[in-house]
């Protein structure tokens, strides 16, 4: 009808605490498409079909998919190095025993955090500056953590490693293929598959020195 007014229609807020909800969910079905399929064969519409929502909903919330994976790193694994700090400081000052403590807290704390932990070590050409900005600068914190901790065993005279950054990237990359081959349901309780590991990180293949 000619000069009628038009209502204004105001779009109705979700409480806090839905927006949250539905962020969460968006969260934890990206971390089971990028630990299964990668973050390179994952795509915003795949997330947004496991959901049932339009890919509107996740451009709303995070951006774009990188702004996803960072919003899923700051949730689990960006504060990690903190974490690892935190556990050495009732480690006491045995440089072995806190080499032990640092490689146990590791394991357990990526098992806290298993998927997102896979999808941390992805192909970094894929990131913007930006994101790979975040991703070295938490890579980098655990790598000084243990440097830290192995050049306290060489000085302590309990190591001849003449060159520690190497034997750092090599502990990193044990723990770094627990999280790819490593399954819950296995045969062996993850303390058990811990110590397996941290025994083979201290000791090697051929195992403690004879006593001299």
């Given at each position: 009808?000619?000069?009628?007014?038009?209502?204004?229609?105001?779009?109705l807020e979700l409480p806090s605490e839905e927006l949250l909800t539905r962020r969460d969910d968006i969260m934890n079905?990206?971390?089971?498409?990028?630990?299964?399929?990668?973050?390179?064969?994952?795509?915003?519409?795949?997330?947004?079909?496991?959901?049932g929502v339009s890919v509107s909903n996740i451009y709303h919330y995070f951006g774009n998919k990188e702004g996803l994976w960072l919003a899923i790193l700051e949730h689990s694994v960006k504060?990690?190095?903190?974490?690892?700090?935190?556990?050495?400081?009732?480690a006491g000052?045995?440089?072995?025993?806190?080499?032990?403590?640092?490689l146990r807290a590791h394991l357990k704390l990526s098992a806290l955090h298993h998927k997102e932990s896979q999808i941390f070590f992805i192909d970094q050409s894929m990131l913007s500056p930006e994101g790979m900005k975040v991703n070295r600068k938490?890579?980098?914190?655990?790598?000084?953590?243990?440097?830290?901790?192995?050049?306290d065993l060489k000085k302590a005279g309990k190591t001849d490693a003449?060159?520690?950054?190497?034997?750092?990237?090599?502990?990193?990359?044990?723990v770094n293929w627990y999280l790819r081959w490593y399954r819950a349901d296995g045969a062996l309780p993850a303390?058990?598959?811990?110590?397996?590991?941290?025994?083979?990180?201290?000791?090697?293949?051929?195992?403690?020195?004879e006593p001299r």
């Open positions: 009808m000619a000069g009628a007014r038009t209502k204004k229609v105001v779009p079905v990206a971390i089971d498409l990028f630990a299964k399929r990668g973050f390179k064969g994952t795509s915003i519409r795949n997330i947004a079909d496991a959901l504060d990690l190095p903190k974490r690892l700090a935190a556990e050495l400081r009732d000052d045995d440089p072995a025993e806190r080499l032990r403590a640092l938490i890579q980098k914190g655990v790598l000084d953590i243990y440097v830290k901790e192995l050049t003449d060159n520690i950054k190497i034997m750092a990237f090599n502990m990193l990359a044990l303390e058990k598959v811990h110590q397996y590991i941290i025994d083979f990180a201290l000791h090697g293949v051929l195992g403690p020195p």
